[in-house]
């Protein structure tokens, strides 16, 4: 079946680092790749949506200078978290879509943010 | 806009018994609907979805989910718990194939002895 890698699975930084997490499909081009956000005991949250190749579309209230998203080829997207703050800690997951394949969206394990 | 709505933040159940995880949801066309289970620190597995065929969707570790457009129901049922079954459920949803997936807020499912 479809696998999405996502690495690292934990990170600890200081506070006005960054941090680039990143999301790899392994064995299918992904053209469209999704990253959430969940805080603790809640649901998951879109932050942005990335297609190959293009600009990522972030959702209203995301800001896209802190939450850098980048999509250069077919199997990896990366989100990177400017100027980490201790508000950005959280749990972040992506996601990929197969390519023609119906409705099929595989997720990361995660990464677990804790900023410092 | 599509949603989803996840009734009960939390179930209890004994081993054995009926597991029954409810959601309703909210879509302008005919939606794309999926449960997925999540685990501790872990991410998301696909337990089912439904994409228009058979109404009745089977899925992993025997749960199946009934898809019923006259309630705007998708609930989530397994016949018998198991304990490995503790978990946090989510119900989503997708108004066309591609599109991101919309989450519930989540059902806590705990299963005693």
């Known amino acids: 079946g479809a696998v999405v890698s996502q690495h690292p699975s934990r990170v600890i930084c200081k506070s006005g680092t960054s941090v680039k997490i990143e999301c790899r499909s392994l064995d299918f081009q992904a053209t469209t790749m999704f990253w959430y956000r969940q805080f603790p005991k809640q649901s998951l949250m879109l932050m942005a949506t990335s297609n190959e190749g293009s600009k990522a579309t972030y959702e209203q209230g995301v800001e896209k200078d802190k939450f850098l998203i980048n999509h250069a080829s077919l199997t990896l997207s990366t989100l990177t978290v400017t100027s980490a703050h201790p508000e950005d800690s959280s749990f972040y997951i992506c996601?990929?879509?197969?390519?023609?394949?119906?409705?099929?969206?595989?997720f990361g394990s995660g990464t677990r943010l804790t900023v410092v | 806009a599509q949603s989803v709505t996840q009734l009960g933040s939390h179930v209890s159940v004994s081993e054995g018994a009926l597991v029954l995880l409810r959601c309703n949801y909210s879509s302008s066309v005919p939606p794309y609907l999926f449960w997925y289970v999540q685990y501790p620190n872990q991410g998301l597995q696909l337990l089912l979805k439904y994409t228009s065929a058979a109404t009745l969707v089977k899925g992993i570790n025997g749960f199946e989910a009934e898809f019923k457009k006259s309630e705007t129901s998708f609930h989530l049922t397994k016949p018998s718990a198991h304990m490995s079954d503790a978990a946090e459920y989510f119900c989503a949803v997708s108004d066309q194939a591609g599109t991101a997936l919309i989450f519930g807020k989540g059902t806590t499912l705990s299963v005693s002895s």
């Open positions: 996601s990929a879509r197969e390519q023609d394949r119906d409705s099929g969206y595989t």
